[in-house]
């Protein structure tokens, strides 16, 4: 069942058909109903959205940013192992494991855990 909210005036039509697809995909992939959802909505199947996956984030002063080079390592705030975030147009909507793709041991991929309500955001 797909919840319905009323759009926020200040938000305008094309992030409010974003918002639109990713509640309902999340419902989806709550559900498990996925195909179900890609049959009885095309427009909104059709809205391209970048995803991301945040594998860590580092703070540092300008003076070691500029210091970077070739072959330097920047060390993430999270550890080997730990879940990574997964955006969907900046906005966390799953955290995952790193996992190595079985059709291609030479490419990765992530393995969703966790979907992320609205209310967790």
Do not use: C, H, W, Y
């Not at 309902?24 to 009885?40: C, K, N, P, V």
């Amino acid at each position: 069942m797909t919840k319905k909210t009323a759009p926020e005036p200040s938000v305008e039509p094309q992030e409010q058909e974003l918002n639109q697809a990713i509640e309902q995909l999340r419902g989806a992939l709550r559900e498990g109903a996925a195909t179900e959802l890609l049959g009885s909505s095309p427009v909104i199947m059709n809205i391209p959205v970048e995803v991301q996956v945040v594998l860590g984030s580092a703070d540092m002063p300008v003076s070691d940013l500029m210091a970077l080079g070739k072959g330097s390592v920047v060390s993430l705030n999270r550890r080997i192992g730990e879940q990574v975030d997964v955006t969907v147009n900046g906005r966390r909507i799953a955290r995952g494991e790193i996992t190595v793709l079985e059709n291609d041991p030479s490419r990765f991929g992530v393995k969703l855990v966790e979907i992320i309500t609205e209310k967790a955001r």
